[in-house]
């Protein structure tokens, strides 16, 4: 699900680690309303949610809360810009949450923020896609539920394209070649969002590479990628790609407003896209990078998490399990009422009627052959050190070779911190 349409955050920070839990404890906590309810009886408990964009997201978690009998389960509904600020200042205070959403990080594990769930999650694991219990595991133990997943791909108008006798790219040298091909006045051909931070991934699973290889080492240097970032930055050199939008990238409004022909997006946004452009919608997955690379689709998500230094673990643990492991028809409604997303429950997935025809199966489709998944270990440092290498290669024009160096080194840093 996206971010407030009218906040100036980009999605793709909710998608990874804040900053540390160390920073996180010089901030502020989150005013004056913790969440928690006054009045009635029996146990109290306080969850943290960002404030999601589709409209009717608050009011049903909100139900979903209210309809579990063994505790008064109140929700914060966090509006603010800088959620994982908010959420990790005030989880260092007497205020925190018992239980709120977020992303699978190994800090949380290693600091003890976060609860084993492996009791509540093992009788039904094998419900649950492989990649979603991968990506929240650590030492064999499973730390966090996934709620949803939310793959991301290119949305395009098939009109623009066939009036340009443009086909669907299927590698990035032919996006660079549509891109040219689709900008006609003030129309871009293409947008990646504001910052480009979020097709970064995409790019290197597309070049045939990965962040982390499975022994937790750099997996990401290779002529591949650094072929790929020499071809983002003649996108970003040429005048087809749309900059400067006024909304990021998690926004269907580039495309839905005629600011471009192609929008990188999620599939969140499908249901946005289909009321604006009917039938005029197509996707496709991010591009290879080179010939021997291979398509790819980044899948992101939101996951509940118990605060395992809150005073009521137990009873937190038994309302996750209630609603995200028992009450599959919450589950549904929340993965495809509010926008479209994947239920991690391969039940629920192959029953969503949602899901089952059109755009939204093409979207389960391209999931499913070209998904992946962050991996646990790449933390907020090391997306920052990749971040850096787009801003010196691709915008300012750096040898990206000197670049990736140059994250190596903060890459190494971080590991030799985290697996020794």
């Known amino acids: ?207 045939g590479a990965d962040t982390l290889d499975d022994k937790n080492q750099i997996a990401y240097h290779t002529d591949g990628v650094v072929d790929g970032i ?5 996108l970003f050199t040429s005048g087809d790609l749309l900059l400067g939008a006024p909304t990021d990238y998690w926004d269907p409004s580039a495309l839905n407003q005629g600011l471009c022909a192609i929008q990188f997006c999620g599939m969140w946004a499908m249901p946005q896209f289909q009321k604006t452009l009917g039938d005029d919608i197509g996707i496709f997955p991010f591009p290879k990078t080179t010939g021997s690379g291979k398509q790819s689709v980044y899948n992101g998500g939101w996951s509940m998490f118990v605060n395992a230094k809150g005073k009521n673990v137990d009873a937190a643990k038994e309302y996750v399990k209630w609603l995200w492991i028992e009450q599959k028809k919450y589950q549904e409604d929340w993965a495809t009422s509010y926008g479209f997303h994947i239920p991690p429950r391969t039940s629920i997935a192959q029953s969503a009627t949602k899901l089952k025809s059109g755009l939204p199966a093409e979207g389960v489709k391209l999931f499913n052959e070209f998904g992946h998944f962050d991996n646990i270990g790449w933390t907020q440092a090391m997306i920052t050190a990749l971040e850096d290498v787009f801003a010196n290669s691709v915008r300012k024009g750096g040898d990206p070779e000197a670049s990736l160096d140059k994250a190596d080194t903060a890459v190494n840093r971080e590991l030799k911190k985290l697996f020794g």
Not at 138 to 150: F, H, L
Not at 230 to 234: A, D, H, S, T
């Open 1 to 207: 699900m996206s971010a407030m349409s009218n906040s100036n955050f980009s999605r793709r920070s909710l998608f990874r680690a804040a900053a540390g839990m160390a920073a996180a404890g010089t901030l502020a906590a989150c005013g004056g309303n913790n969440g928690r309810g006054s009045g009635g009886s029996g146990t109290h408990l306080a969850q943290y949610f960002h404030a999601y964009g589709e409209e009717g997201t608050e009011q049903a978690i909100k139900r979903y809360a209210k309809a579990y009998d063994d505790a008064n389960v109140t929700t914060q509904w966090i509006t603010a810009a800088d959620f994982e600020n908010k959420l990790f200042a005030t989880l260092l205070t007497d205020n925190a949450p018992d239980l709120f959403e977020f992303h699978p990080q190994i800090q949380m594990v290693k600091s003890g923020q976060v609860a084993d769930l492996t009791d509540i999650i093992d009788p039904v694991k094998d419900d649950f896609n492989p990649a979603d219990i991968a990506s929240h595991t650590v030492d064999g133990k499973i730390y966090g539920v996934r709620m949803i997943d939310d793959p991301q791909f290119f949305f395009y108008r098939p009109s623009l394209l066939e009036k340009a006798g443009v086909k669907v790219p299927e590698t990035l040298d032919e996006l660079i070649e549509a891109a040219a091909k689709l900008t006609t006045g003030k129309v871009k051909g293409l947008y990646l969002g504001n910052d480009l931070h979020a097709v970064i991934n995409p790019m290197i699973w597309s070049a």
């Open 230 to 234: 020499k071809k983002m930055r003649k």
